[in-house]
């Protein structure tokens, strides 16, 4: 009678590809849905998931003087509301020595209203250009759950 596999390394394998879709499913079911989450620009193109009525602060870098800033392109307002959105100073040691140019953090406040899929988007693009080109993107998948 032949083993059905060669090799401990072959058996494990089988395992990990076999038993991926259901780690995938679990990681998305076991843990509860956040109710407070901050969310910086290393999540560009995640998935993050959220409760209804909890608050998602993003934090992206910005520099206001070169007339870039962070623009919100989509969001589905049915799902999610802007509840604020400010630039926060620069710290206070970069105060000190007075740096021009000094990145500074845009910061977005945003609750959500009901459970569902949103799509967060935003560019980095001067608002005033007619046909403003963005100089990035970030993009933001929430999935909205009862908590």
Not at 54 to 80: F, H, K, N, S, V
Not at 88 to 113: C, K, M, N, W, Y
């Amino acid at each position: 009678m032949k083993p059905p596999f060669k090799s401990l390394q072959s058996l494990l394998l089988t395992l990990l590809i076999g038993m991926g879709p259901m780690a995938a499913c679990q990681s998305l079911t076991s843990h509860p849905p956040a109710d407070e989450m901050t969310v910086t620009e290393a999540a560009n193109g995640s998935r993050v998931v959220l409760a209804v009525g909890g608050r998602l602060d993003l934090q992206l870098p910005t520099q206001p003087g070169t007339g870039y800033g962070w623009q919100l392109l989509e969001m589905p307002e049915a799902l999610l509301k802007l509840t604020d959105q400010k630039i926060a100073p620069p710290s206070r040691e970069e105060a000190d020595r007075r740096l021009l140019g000094t990145t500074q953090i845009h910061q977005f406040h945003f609750v959500a209203l009901a459970a569902g899929k949103a799509h967060l988007l935003l560019g980095y693009r001067r608002a005033w250009e007619k046909a403003p080109k963005d100089l990035e993107r970030f993009a933001l998948e929430i999935v909205i759950q009862e908590p």
